[in-house]
Antibody
Framework: QVQLQESGPRLVKPSETVSLTCTFSGGSINDYYWNWIRQPPGKGLEWIGCFFYGGSIDYNPSLKSRVTISEDTSKNQLSLKLSSVTAADTAVYFC????????????WGQGALVTVSS | QSVLTQPPSVSAAPGQTVTISCSGTNSNIGSNYVSWYQQLPGTAPKFLIY???KRPSGIPDRFSGSKSGTSATLDITGLQTGDEADYYC???????????FGGGTRLSVL
């Protein structure tokens, strides 16, 4: 059973960068697809991107110019950086993983609410 | 505006059956597997259905999924008050090269 926990600053100023970390346990980074998904308050889900160890990283085209997903295998961590943020980037950010790609999200973190405000 | 279309809300009485629809196109539902997620208030989404109609371990058989052409449906039988939640469909879109979701359907068990 994979467990995930998001962490990072919860208040970010406009034009700055959201930086979040997903720490996972109970599974190897090699065995799963690792995703970031966000949900603005009161709204639906939006896929940000997916990392698969040893393979390519896929990003949502709508966010691709501002997003970087990377991993630190030694720490069992996945990171997300979203640059040049505005109030529209205020959301709960989830880390999610699954055995397959696509919309296959078996395991979820509890989510981290990041607010963009001056 | 979500790529996949779901009704904003559905409702039914305890014990009844409800169907939630998810409509897409040939570039998403028509050519890829669909998953469904249940999101109880204030919690992370939960994996409910995958590969159109498979249930992960621990999901009761009251929940079932199907797909036909460019549409998918989630059926919930024997409704319980604990089923009150938002339900989302999701799949890969080959034209967008992205995972896409429906806007979500709020289920009320009256």
């Amino acid at each position: 059973q994979v467990q995930l926990q998001e962490s990072g600053p919860r208040l970010v100023k406009p034009s700055e960068t959201v930086s979040l970390t997903c720490t996972f346990s109970g599974g190897s980074i090699n065995d799963y697809y690792w995703n970031w998904i966000r949900q603005p308050p009161g709204k639906g889900l939006e896929w940000i991107g997916c990392f698969f160890y040893g393979g390519s990283i896929d990003y949502n085209p709508s966010l691709k110019s501002r997003v970087t997903i990377s991993e630190d295998t030694s720490k069992n961590q996945l990171s997300l950086k979203l640059s040049s943020v505005t109030a529209a980037d205020t959301a709960v950010y989830f880390c999610a993983s699954g055995e397959y790609g696509g919309a296959h999200f078996q395991y979820w973190g509890q989510g981290a609410l990041v607010t963009v405000s001056s | 505006q979500s790529v996949l279309t779901q009704p904003p809300s559905v409702s039914a009485a305890p014990g009844q059956t409800v169907t939630i629809s998810c409509s897409g196109t040939n570039s998403n539902i028509g050519s890829n597997y669909v998953s469904w997620y249940q999101q109880l208030p204030g919690t992370a989404p939960k994996f409910l259905i995958y590969d159109n109609n498979k249930r992960p371990s621990g999901i009761p058989d009251r929940f079932s999924g199907s797909k036909s052409g460019t549409s998918a449906t989630l059926d919930i039988t024997g409704l319980q008050t604990g089923d009150e939640a938002d339900y989302y469909c999701g799949t890969w879109d080959r034209s967008l090269s992205a995972v896409v979701f429906g806007g979500g359907t709020r289920l009320s068990v009256l």
